[in-house]
């Protein structure tokens, strides 16, 4: 791709240029930058939207290291992301690599297997979910059929909540299964005919140069994912009737967030939560950036 | 027949069998909620067939007016209005700011651009304190400006992706354009925005779906049933602490999925354009 290089700017550039930007760059200072300043002030106060806000220092922060729910919210919240995004890219990765093939049928397949990420993120399958879940829904229903008789509510036992909510994000792999696979069909044919040239097994090829070939998509994804994870709400929402219950077991980080700022009306204190989950994801998003270089693989081509 | 052709039938119908069967456990539950809208309540729970022993249409005539004052003409109203007002508020901006990225030399242009990314990584909860105390200030809450507006300054998925489309495009048409005695906004309107239609029309799926499953930002800013989208509706018809009319609620729920899944249908070769092209989630 060649652009023509303009090295001259000029005044009427500038003024076209912000024009043309500015519905983002109003509603970016708007939206995003005076209420991150907002955000990071009433994180230390404590701004409850009836009273002042009083300047309290480090007090937010210190209260929530004493706060078991924050600690629980914490660790519903990382064991739904790290179980729950790694499960459905393995998911993806592994029908992406099976759709990978001539078949005219496939274009119907990745059609169905799509249509969970589809819905998935709405409100009624999220309702609908629990039904399944239930002591008398039809996993158990189902289970009843093949001769296992039971009134376990999974839904209603902290043990296997937080489980349903993962199913749910398993499920939807289609998405990301279709971006996998899109990634696959352009590793070149060649890589494949030379390394059979060379004598190479499918286990071989697949390690060398298919695993390689599609790293950066996986990085992304990966990235992205996880981030969405950690912010989880509505599915947590619905699913728990609002509350995170059984036991506070799908109390994940957004929703505790949520209770706080609108349930108990702690703006102070939720704010302060909230940079809390910035942080967290900064680290988490360093740590797979800084881990990357060795398992990401980029081809040099240069001029990309 | 050879050896050799035989073990490629059973390879292949082995693969079409795993597939399909893997294929029905995902669509169960959506097969199941569809079916259940016909069923009564009874056969709902106590039968173990899939599909429905006679077709019942009054669920969904329950499930419209299970509220007795509001019924959900209101509640899809409401929804189409934000959803629709919304999508074209946020492809039309989208455009235009992806425009000024892709084809204007303005300087500042990388820092804004990259200032767009770093949005993306901040958590919706960041802003959603202050973004709430600021609404409630200006009195907008109860009414779909919060839910709106901020919609009109684009979303920085969709100008990515114009922009990609738009460098895609010869500078030469800029230039003769130019020639021609077109502005910045006629170039834009006339030669860019009719040339990158698959991206808008990209754009205009995502936000319509996005729009149309939101259920945090209605939540947070409408509390007056009249108001109620689907979503909101879905949810307070089946409180687990007092709805028992499942086949009602399965019945709108089946409905909701309704405008998703036909332009899914419509739209399908789009879709999959976009996902790749941008790696968003669908």
């Known amino acids: 791709m060649k652009q023509t290089i303009r090295p001259k700017r000029s005044l009427a550039d500038d003024i076209a240029g912000y024009a043309f930007i500015s519905p983002w760059l109003l509603g970016f200072i708007a939206f995003s930058i005076i209420p991150i300043f907002f955000s990071l002030y009433y994180s230390f106060t404590n701004y409850n939207i009836l009273g002042k806000a009083l300047f309290i220092g480090f007090e937010n922060f210190r209260r929530m290291a004493h706060d078991a729910l924050f600690w629980q919210s914490l660790k519903v919240t990382f064991f739904y992301a790290f179980i729950s995004v790694p499960l459905r890219l393995l998911f993806a990765f592994f029908v992406a690599m099976l759709f990978n093939r001539g078949t005219r049928a496939i274009r119907v397949y990745q059609a169905v297997y799509y249509v969970p990420s589809l819905v998935g993120g709405s409100i009624a399958i999220a309702v609908m979910w629990r039904r399944i879940f239930i002591a008398d829904g039809v996993l158990n229903a189902t289970l009843a059929k093949i001769g296992i008789i039971t009134d376990y509510s999974w839904i209603g036992s902290p043990d296997t909540a937080i489980w349903t909510l993962i199913i749910l994000a398993v499920w939807q792999f289609g998405s990301s299964m279709l971006i996998f696979l899109a990634g696959l069909r352009q590793i070149p044919r060649e890589y494949y005919e030379a390394a059979s040239i060379d004598g190479a097994g499918a286990l071989r090829k697949f390690l060398h140069i298919t695993v390689p070939q599609v790293t950066p998509v996986i990085f992304f994804n990966l990235v992205m994912q996880l981030i969405n994870g950690f912010t989880v709400f509505t599915q947590a929402f619905v699913v728990s009737g609002g509350s995170g219950d059984p036991m506070n077991s799908t109390l994940v980080y957004a929703l505790y967030l949520y209770q706080r700022a609108f349930k108990y009306y702690n703006m102070g204190y939720s704010s302060a939560m909230a940079w809390v989950l910035v942080l967290i994801i900064g680290l988490m998003t360093a740590v797979v950036f800084k881990t990357s270089t060795s398992w990401v693989f980029y081809e040099s081509k240069e001029g990309k | ?282």
Not at chain 2, 87 to 102: E, P
Not at chain 2, 137 to 152: A, C, E, M, T, V
Request: proline residues 5%.
């Open chain 2, 1 to 282: 027949m050879t050896e050799h052709r035989m073990r490629y039938i059973i390879k292949e119908s082995l693969f079409h069998i795993i597939v399909i069967a893997l294929g029905y456990v995902m669509l169960y539950p959506i097969l199941w909620m569809f079916f259940n809208s016909f069923k009564t309540n009874a056969e709902i729970f106590n039968s173990g067939v899939l599909l429905p022993s006679s077709w019942k249409l009054d669920n969904f005539i329950r499930g419209w007016e299970f509220n007795r004052s509001v019924s959900f003409s209101v509640f899809f109203y409401n929804s189409f209005y934000y959803t629709i007002i919304s999508t074209i508020g946020a492809v039309i901006a989208s455009a235009l700011v992806g425009y000024g990225f892709a084809r204007i030399p303005f300087r500042g242009r990388s820092f804004w651009y990259a200032c767009m990314f770093l949005t993306i990584m901040i958590p919706y909860q960041v802003v959603m304190v202050p973004q709430f105390i600021i609404f409630h200030k200006l009195g907008w809450i109860n009414s779909f400006k919060p839910l709106i507006i901020p919609q009109f300054a684009g979303v920085p998925f969709f100008i990515f992706l114009m922009v990609q489309f738009i460098r895609q495009i010869p500078y030469e048409l800029d230039d003769s354009a130019k020639i021609d005695g077109c502005n910045r906004f006629s170039i834009f309107s006339r030669i860019i925005f009719p040339l990158i239609g698959p991206a808008v029309i990209t754009s205009t799926i995502f936000s319509f779906y996005w729009r149309w499953d939101d259920f945090l930002g209605p939540l947070l800013y409408l509390n007056k049933i009249r108001l109620f989208t689907v979503s909101l509706a879905l949810r307070m018809f089946s409180d687990p602490m007092t709805s028992t009319d499942w086949s009602a609620i399965f019945a709108m729920g089946t409905l909701s999925l309704l405008p998703v899944l036909i332009i899914f249908l419509i739209f399908q070769k789009h879709i999959v354009q976009g996902l790749v092209t941008t790696g968003l989630k669908g």
